[in-house]
T-cell receptor, first 117, second 117 residues
Framework: AQKITQTQPGMFVQEKEAVTLDCTYD???????LFWYKQPSSGEMIFLIY??????QNATEGRYSLNFQKARKSANLVISASQLGDSAMYFC??????????????FGAGTQVVVTP | GAVVSQHPSRVICKSGTSVKIECRSL??????MFWYRQFPKQSLMLMAT?????????EQGVEKDKFLINHASLTLSTLTVTSAHPEDSSFYIC?????????????FGSGTRLTVV
Protein backbone atom coordinates (compact mmCIF):
# COMPACT_ATOMS: atom_id res chain seq x y z
CA ALA A 1 0.00 0.00 0.00
CA GLN A 2 1.14 3.52 -0.72
CA LYS A 3 1.97 5.68 2.24
CA ILE A 4 3.41 9.13 2.79
CA THR A 5 4.83 10.23 6.13
CA GLN A 6 5.73 13.58 7.63
CA THR A 7 7.07 13.11 11.14
CA GLN A 8 7.56 16.75 12.14
CA PRO A 9 4.28 18.21 13.40
CA GLY A 10 5.78 21.66 13.90
CA MET A 11 8.95 23.67 13.51
CA PHE A 12 10.23 27.07 14.47
CA VAL A 13 12.81 28.70 12.23
CA GLN A 14 14.48 32.06 12.42
CA GLU A 15 14.11 34.51 9.58
CA LYS A 16 16.81 34.19 6.89
CA GLU A 17 17.75 30.69 8.01
CA ALA A 18 17.21 27.54 5.96
CA VAL A 19 14.77 24.84 7.05
CA THR A 20 14.36 21.23 5.98
CA LEU A 21 10.99 19.52 6.10
CA ASP A 22 11.06 15.75 6.09
CA CYS A 23 8.95 13.49 3.94
CA THR A 24 9.22 9.77 3.38
CA TYR A 25 7.06 7.65 1.15
CA ASP A 26 6.36 4.07 0.32
CA UNK A 27 5.12 2.75 -2.99
CA UNK A 28 5.66 -0.26 -5.18
CA UNK A 29 4.91 1.66 -8.38
CA UNK A 30 8.03 2.46 -10.41
CA UNK A 31 6.41 5.62 -11.74
CA UNK A 32 5.26 8.16 -9.20
CA UNK A 33 5.34 11.87 -8.49
CA LEU A 34 6.02 13.79 -5.34
CA PHE A 35 4.64 17.22 -4.58
CA TRP A 36 5.02 19.85 -1.89
CA TYR A 37 2.24 22.30 -1.11
CA LYS A 38 2.04 25.28 1.23
CA GLN A 39 -1.22 26.04 3.03
CA PRO A 40 -1.36 29.40 4.78
CA SER A 41 -4.05 30.13 7.36
CA SER A 42 -6.38 31.28 4.58
CA GLY A 43 -6.66 27.64 3.49
CA GLU A 44 -5.59 27.83 -0.14
CA MET A 45 -3.19 25.16 -1.37
CA ILE A 46 -0.15 26.64 -3.05
CA PHE A 47 1.93 24.34 -5.25
CA LEU A 48 5.63 24.65 -4.48
CA ILE A 49 7.60 21.95 -6.25
CA TYR A 50 7.34 18.62 -8.06
CA UNK A 51 9.70 15.66 -8.40
CA UNK A 52 9.10 12.78 -10.77
CA UNK A 53 10.43 9.35 -9.91
CA UNK A 54 12.48 9.23 -13.08
CA UNK A 55 13.89 12.73 -12.78
CA UNK A 56 17.66 12.57 -12.58
CA GLN A 57 18.15 15.89 -10.88
CA ASN A 58 16.63 17.30 -7.73
CA ALA A 59 13.88 19.80 -8.42
CA THR A 60 14.39 23.46 -7.58
CA GLU A 61 12.00 26.40 -7.70
CA GLY A 62 13.43 29.65 -6.44
CA ARG A 63 14.01 29.31 -2.68
CA TYR A 64 12.56 25.81 -2.67
CA SER A 65 14.53 22.70 -3.45
CA LEU A 66 13.67 19.07 -3.08
CA ASN A 67 16.26 16.68 -1.73
CA PHE A 68 15.19 13.49 -3.49
CA GLN A 69 16.84 10.31 -2.22
CA LYS A 70 15.14 7.55 -4.15
CA ALA A 71 16.84 4.62 -2.43
CA ARG A 72 15.83 5.97 0.96
CA LYS A 73 12.36 6.90 -0.35
CA SER A 74 12.64 10.41 0.97
CA ALA A 75 11.72 13.74 -0.60
CA ASN A 76 12.65 16.47 1.83
CA LEU A 77 11.81 20.09 1.12
CA VAL A 78 14.46 22.70 1.77
CA ILE A 79 13.42 26.32 2.11
CA SER A 80 16.38 28.67 1.95
CA ALA A 81 16.49 32.15 3.47
CA SER A 82 13.19 31.83 5.35
CA GLN A 83 10.83 34.77 5.31
CA LEU A 84 8.02 35.66 7.70
CA GLY A 85 5.58 34.92 4.88
CA ASP A 86 6.76 31.31 4.84
CA SER A 87 4.85 30.65 8.06
CA ALA A 88 2.26 28.07 7.04
CA MET A 89 1.40 24.39 6.99
CA TYR A 90 3.43 22.38 4.50
CA PHE A 91 2.19 19.16 2.96
CA CYS A 92 4.06 16.49 1.09
CA UNK A 93 1.94 14.52 -1.37
CA UNK A 94 2.41 11.54 -3.64
CA UNK A 95 0.54 10.84 -6.82
CA UNK A 96 -1.09 7.45 -6.50
CA UNK A 97 -2.06 5.92 -9.81
CA UNK A 98 -5.63 4.73 -10.25
CA UNK A 99 -7.32 2.76 -12.98
CA UNK A 100 -9.99 5.33 -13.74
CA UNK A 101 -8.11 8.61 -13.66
CA UNK A 102 -4.70 10.09 -14.12
CA UNK A 103 -3.84 9.55 -10.52
CA UNK A 104 -4.89 11.06 -7.20
CA UNK A 105 -2.85 12.80 -4.55
CA UNK A 106 -2.26 11.25 -1.16
CA PHE A 107 -1.15 13.75 1.46
CA GLY A 108 1.10 13.49 4.48
CA ALA A 109 0.03 14.79 7.88
CA GLY A 110 1.72 18.13 7.34
CA THR A 111 4.31 20.23 9.14
CA GLN A 112 3.44 23.59 10.68
CA VAL A 113 6.28 26.05 10.13
CA VAL A 114 6.55 29.25 12.12
CA VAL A 115 9.17 31.77 11.05
CA THR A 116 10.31 34.12 13.81
CA PRO A 117 12.01 37.50 13.40
CA GLY B 1 -1.85 29.78 -15.12
CA ALA B 2 -4.68 27.40 -14.39
CA VAL B 3 -7.31 28.74 -12.00
CA VAL B 4 -10.09 26.97 -10.15
CA SER B 5 -12.80 29.16 -8.68
CA GLN B 6 -14.56 27.72 -5.65
CA HIS B 7 -17.74 29.18 -4.13
CA PRO B 8 -18.86 29.94 -1.58
CA SER B 9 -15.76 30.56 0.53
CA ARG B 10 -17.77 30.39 3.74
CA VAL B 11 -21.24 29.11 4.46
CA ILE B 12 -23.29 28.68 7.62
CA CYS B 13 -26.36 26.49 7.39
CA LYS B 14 -28.93 25.03 9.72
CA SER B 15 -28.84 21.39 10.66
CA GLY B 16 -30.93 19.32 8.26
CA THR B 17 -30.52 21.58 5.24
CA SER B 18 -28.42 20.96 2.14
CA VAL B 19 -25.48 22.99 0.92
CA LYS B 20 -24.00 23.11 -2.56
CA ILE B 21 -20.36 23.96 -3.23
CA GLU B 22 -19.21 24.80 -6.76
CA CYS B 23 -15.83 24.50 -8.39
CA ARG B 24 -15.19 25.96 -11.83
CA SER B 25 -12.06 25.67 -13.91
CA LEU B 26 -11.71 29.07 -15.52
CA UNK B 27 -9.16 28.58 -18.25
CA UNK B 28 -8.80 24.87 -18.80
CA UNK B 29 -10.84 21.71 -19.12
CA UNK B 30 -10.98 19.78 -15.88
CA UNK B 31 -11.25 16.19 -16.97
CA UNK B 32 -10.96 15.01 -13.38
CA MET B 33 -12.09 16.71 -10.19
CA PHE B 34 -11.12 15.72 -6.67
CA TRP B 35 -12.98 16.69 -3.52
CA TYR B 36 -11.21 16.84 -0.17
CA ARG B 37 -12.25 17.41 3.39
CA GLN B 38 -9.97 18.90 6.00
CA PHE B 39 -10.51 19.17 9.75
CA PRO B 40 -8.57 21.81 11.73
CA LYS B 41 -4.86 21.07 12.04
CA GLN B 42 -5.23 17.90 10.00
CA SER B 43 -4.36 16.77 6.52
CA LEU B 44 -6.51 16.72 3.42
CA MET B 45 -8.59 13.59 3.13
CA LEU B 46 -9.81 12.64 -0.32
CA MET B 47 -13.55 12.14 -0.39
CA ALA B 48 -14.18 11.35 -4.04
CA THR B 49 -12.89 11.55 -7.58
CA UNK B 50 -15.08 12.44 -10.52
CA UNK B 51 -14.41 12.27 -14.21
CA UNK B 52 -16.48 14.42 -16.52
CA UNK B 53 -19.69 12.73 -17.54
CA UNK B 54 -19.36 9.71 -15.28
CA UNK B 55 -20.28 8.83 -11.73
CA UNK B 56 -17.96 9.81 -8.93
CA UNK B 57 -15.74 7.27 -7.24
CA UNK B 58 -15.95 7.61 -3.48
CA GLU B 59 -13.23 6.75 -1.01
CA GLN B 60 -13.92 4.11 1.58
CA GLY B 61 -16.04 5.39 4.44
CA VAL B 62 -17.50 8.36 2.54
CA GLU B 63 -21.29 8.28 2.26
CA LYS B 64 -22.17 8.86 -1.37
CA ASP B 65 -25.80 9.61 -0.56
CA LYS B 66 -24.73 12.34 1.81
CA PHE B 67 -22.03 13.91 -0.35
CA LEU B 68 -23.44 14.19 -3.85
CA ILE B 69 -20.95 15.01 -6.55
CA ASN B 70 -21.86 16.17 -10.03
CA HIS B 71 -19.35 16.73 -12.81
CA ALA B 72 -21.61 17.38 -15.74
CA SER B 73 -19.24 19.56 -17.74
CA LEU B 74 -15.51 19.96 -18.24
CA THR B 75 -15.52 23.23 -16.32
CA LEU B 76 -17.91 22.66 -13.45
CA SER B 77 -18.17 20.23 -10.56
CA THR B 78 -20.42 20.51 -7.54
CA LEU B 79 -20.47 18.92 -4.10
CA THR B 80 -23.77 18.90 -2.27
CA VAL B 81 -23.80 18.09 1.43
CA THR B 82 -27.28 16.76 2.04
CA SER B 83 -29.08 16.92 5.38
CA ALA B 84 -26.07 18.56 6.95
CA HIS B 85 -25.30 18.00 10.62
CA PRO B 86 -22.80 19.74 12.93
CA GLU B 87 -20.30 16.92 12.42
CA ASP B 88 -20.19 17.84 8.71
CA SER B 89 -18.66 21.19 9.64
CA SER B 90 -15.30 21.22 7.97
CA PHE B 91 -13.14 22.80 5.27
CA TYR B 92 -13.93 21.41 1.82
CA ILE B 93 -11.56 21.95 -1.06
CA CYS B 94 -11.62 20.84 -4.66
CA UNK B 95 -8.79 20.12 -7.04
CA UNK B 96 -9.04 19.94 -10.80
CA UNK B 97 -6.80 18.06 -13.13
CA UNK B 98 -6.23 18.84 -16.77
CA UNK B 99 -5.59 15.87 -19.00
CA UNK B 100 -2.70 17.46 -20.83
CA UNK B 101 -0.78 18.32 -17.70
CA UNK B 102 0.25 14.85 -16.63
CA UNK B 103 3.21 15.58 -14.42
CA UNK B 104 1.76 18.55 -12.64
CA UNK B 105 -1.70 19.91 -13.16
CA UNK B 106 -3.45 19.57 -9.81
CA UNK B 107 -5.02 23.00 -9.40
CA PHE B 108 -6.81 23.66 -6.13
CA GLY B 109 -9.77 25.85 -5.40
CA SER B 110 -9.57 28.24 -2.47
CA GLY B 111 -11.77 26.10 -0.25
CA THR B 112 -15.14 26.38 1.48
CA ARG B 113 -15.49 26.59 5.22
CA LEU B 114 -18.81 24.96 6.16
CA THR B 115 -20.36 25.50 9.56
CA VAL B 116 -23.53 23.64 10.43
CA VAL B 117 -25.46 25.03 13.38
Amino acid sequence: AQKITQTQPGMFVQEKEAVTLDCTYDTSDPSYGLFWYKQPSSGEMIFLIYQGSYDQQNATEGRYSLNFQKARKSANLVISASQLGDSAMYFCAMRVMTTDSWGKLQFGAGTQVVVTP
Amino acid sequence: GAVVSQHPSRVICKSGTSVKIECRSLDFQATTMFWYRQFPKQSLMLMATSNEGSKATYEQGVEKDKFLINHASLTLSTLTVTSAHPEDSSFYICSARERAAFNYGYTFGSGTRLTVV
